[in-house]
């Protein structure tokens, strides 16, 4: 029936202390919030560079195809030479490399051991989106008998 006073005083000196640990809970809350918004973040732009890598690969790839198929041309036989393949190419809106350039260069040369004349073609695609730019490049060679 009485209050008991000991129990009283000791409510008095916690008085306060639920809000000091609310506090650091948002607070610990907010910092984690934020990390997973930058982890995320990350995710996404290593994804976004990985595809405009796989899409300047395949650019130069076909740049390089397209060389090759301009020197080897089995239409022609006997005209084969560089002049044909080195060029630029800037594929427009609507293709499947949109907003990539292509840089093909080409060197011929004589083998004199073998005899072979060969090709070596270079091709450099890049690509870019926004903030993303990726460029790749691929070599080939080819020989004529």
């Known amino acids: 029936m009485f209050p008991n006073l000991t129990h009283a005083k000791s409510l008095k000196k916690q008085q306060g202390s639920m809000l000091v640990i609310a506090l650091f809970v948002i607070i610990v809350l907010a910092f984690l919030a ?26 130069a790839n ?29 594929l427009g809106t609507g293709e499947v490399f949109n907003g990539c ?16 004349t060969h090709f070596r073609i270079e091709s450099t695609a890049s690509c870019s989106a926004g903030d993303f730019d990726t460029q790749r490049s691929v070599a080939v060679e080819a020989r004529i008998n």
């Open 101 to 116: 350039n292509i840089i093909i260069s080409c060197n011929e040369f004589l083998v004199t051991e073998t005899g072979y």
């Open 34 to 59: 934020y990390a997973m918004i930058q982890i995320t973040d990350n995710s996404s732009r290593g994804n976004v560079y990985e595809v405009y890598g796989t899409r300047a690969f395949n650019a």
């Open 62 to 90: 076909s740049g390089a195809e397209r060389a090759l198929n301009q020197i080897l041309m089995p239409s022609v036989v006997g005209t084969e030479t560089c002049g044909l393949a080195s060029s630029n190419y800037s």
